[in-house]
């Protein structure tokens, strides 16, 4: 079996720290980016099997990140998980829940998403 790349995208080293340590426990290969603009950048240089993707960050946020990589022939079919700390109580923000699952992301979890859970939705997604 072939070690599966995962590109690791959030704004707070801390969070990525966390997710790459517990992902490589797994046996996944991360990368990592901490901007939208340097995360199309990766995908493009070297696509990953699949997208651990934050929402709120700066210079392009998750849902323009996701809705780029999903108009595009070339990634469409890289999985995404969207990852957002915007509490569902919030209702004047463009950073809802709602948004998030009306994006073309593949999974959709809340912050703080435990590394089990992030696990949880690779695994299913990359089956």
């Known amino acids: 079996m072939s070690t599966k790349r995962i590109l690791v995208v959030d704004d707070e080293p ?6 790459k340590e517990n992902l490589q426990l797994e046996g996944y290969k991360i990368e990592v980016a901490y901007n939208g603009v340097e995360a199309i950048e990766k995908v493009k240089a070297n ?8 929402v709120m960050m700066p210079e392009k946020d998750g849902y323009q990140v996701c809705s780029e990589l ?7 079919d890289i999985p995404i998980i969207l990852l957002t700390a915007v509490a569902d109580h919030v209702s004047s923000t463009q950073y809802s829940h ?21 696990i949880s939705s690779l695994k299913s997604l990359l089956r």
Do not use: R
């Not at 801390?14 to 997710?19: I, L, P, R």
């Not at 696509?47 to 934050?54: C, E, K, Q």
């Not at 948004?99 to 992030?118: F, H, R, T, V, W």
């Open 14 to 19: 801390d969070f990525v720290a966390v997710v």
């Open 47 to 54: 696509p990953p099997d699949a997208i651990v993707l934050d």
């Open 70 to 76: 999903k108009k595009s022939k070339a990634y469409a």
């Open 98 to 118: 709602a948004n998030g699952m009306n994006m073309e992301a593949d999974d959709y979890l809340a912050k703080p998403a435990s590394p089990d859970q992030i």
